[in-house]
């Protein structure tokens, strides 16, 4: 029996539909490249807003028109909450809630057709009452850079997010499981691997003995140390509250980790910040961390997460986020307008802006940020050389700075090799081999 497997959404939904991957495999499943000629298709959905919802039903109704014949089942987050109106779209066999989702580990030719009725039961509603790390493991990833899923969940319930309705509490895994797993990443050929989670910053506060993010990255440091120049390590996404003393002690002393960091700050004003739920960090501490992490890192690239339209945003409010995001030493970002998602407190609130000025606001966002990303994409110019991991056989690639860089000669795809930055061609670094 063969399956098409389509991720929509974030790395950890990526992770899972690997890990469902090599566990069907071993059950005697077989991958199939075209979704026209698969048995089953696995549709692994995202709902952190209205439009990847929207985009769902499309995705399904295209693939049933590819593949009649083909049983389409849902999982995921949308699979979560908006069930009854996915199982009644035409092709759908089932549909798997996020909850139940790692029950699928267990799917074979066999019990397939067991699946039928594995709808969102009244009980599954109650995440987190049974906390424990999903059953996911993996040996292989399907791209050049492997993710490690090291947290699930989230018990924070930021205003505007739909994630707590969808994956439950905050849960971590186990110190011992994360190395096995990135031990077994190295020795399937990965040079790049990206720890990643829901909420980094809950990390380990479920456990007896409390431990934290930091403390586990000074247990990747510590077993990995003698692989220095052949193994390199990403941080997905930080919430700004880890950023502090522990956090510049430990990129100090590394020597594995990448020069990049990657924050989900929301706001550059502190009103839209309370409104969000998001007061428990303020921009002043960002800005000082940042100013202290330039002690360390002479230079680095800088990701984050703006939100524009939220409700009750006026014009000041906006203004004063434009102001802060000009003065960040920003490289790239990801701008979002505000989506209403149910169940949300934020969802309820009487202040919300219309769409069209959500999205205005996000473009002019968009642009500083793009002025910014080309900035630095010409100061890398001026470097040595840049560490690529190399993602395709035409040279594609990325750096530690996390940008693409395209390199000349014949490489391999997972190869890590230094290059020497040449120009910047449409967002690109050309690059030639520097050894």
Not at 132 to 151: E, M, W
């Amino acid at each position: 029996m063969k399956f098409y497997i389509v991720t929509m959404g974030c790395k950890i939904n990526q992770y899972e539909s690997q890990a469902l991957k090599e566990q069907w495999e071993k059950s005697g499943l077989s991958e199939e490249k075209q979704v026209e000629n698969a048995d089953f298709i696995l549709v692994n959905s995202c709902a952190v807003t209205s439009e990847t919802v929207t985009e769902l039903h499309a995705l399904v109704r295209r693939i049933h028109k590819k593949n009649a014949l083909a049983k389409i089942y849902i999982t995921g987050c949308a699979a979560q909450l908006f069930a009854e109106e996915l199982k009644d779209l035409a092709g759908v066999e089932s549909v798997i809630a996020q909850s139940n989702k790692e029950q699928l580990l267990a799917l074979s030719e066999q019990n397939i057709s067991s699946f039928k009725h594995a709808l969102l039961r009244e009980e599954d509603k109650k995440i987190g009452t049974d906390l424990h790390f999903p059953l996911f493991q993996l040996s292989d990833y399907n791209r050049t850079r492997a993710v490690v899923k090291i947290q699930d969940g989230c018990s924070h319930f930021c205003t505007y997010c739909i994630v707590p309705y969808t994956r439950g509490a905050s849960v971590s895994r186990q110190e011992s499981d994360i190395l096995k797993e990135i031990e077994r990443l190295i020795d399937a050929g990965f040079h790049e691997i990206i720890l990643s989670g829901i909420n980094l910053r809950l990390f380990g506060k479920d456990f007896a003995e409390k431990r934290n993010f930091w403390n586990l990255l000074e247990s990747i440091e510590e077993k990995f140390s003698s692989k220095k120049n052949q193994i390199r390590f990403r941080i997905s996404s930080l919430d700004p509250s880890q950023l502090g003393e522990e956090a510049l002690k430990f990129f100090s002393q590394s020597t594995l980790f990448v020069p990049h960091l990657h924050i989900s700050l929301q706001s550059g004003d502190e009103f839209i910040l309370n409104r969000m739920g998001r007061g428990h960090y303020s921009l002043k501490s960002v800005d000082d961390f940042l100013k202290s992490l330039s002690n360390i890192w002479s230079l680095y690239a800088l990701g984050a997460d703006f939100i524009t339209g939220f409700s009750g945003e006026s014009e000041e409010s906006f203004l004063k986020t434009k102001t802060y995001i000009e003065n960040l030493p920003l490289t790239y970002g990801h701008i979002f307008p505000y989506s209403e998602r149910p169940q949300t407190k934020a969802a309820e609130y009487t202040e919300q802006l219309p769409v069209v000025v959500r999205k205005e606001r996000a473009k002019i966002l968009r642009a500083i940020i793009e002025k910014k990303q080309q900035e630095f994409l010409k100061k890398l110019t001026k470097q040595e050389q840049l560490a690529v991991l190399i993602q395709n056989t035409e040279g594609k690639g990325v750096s530690e700075y996390y940008t693409t860089c395209i390199v000349s000669g014949n490489h391999r795809p997972k190869e890590l090799i230094f290059a020497k930055p040449q120009r910047v061609e449409e967002n690109k670094i050309i690059c030639e081999p520097s050894r």
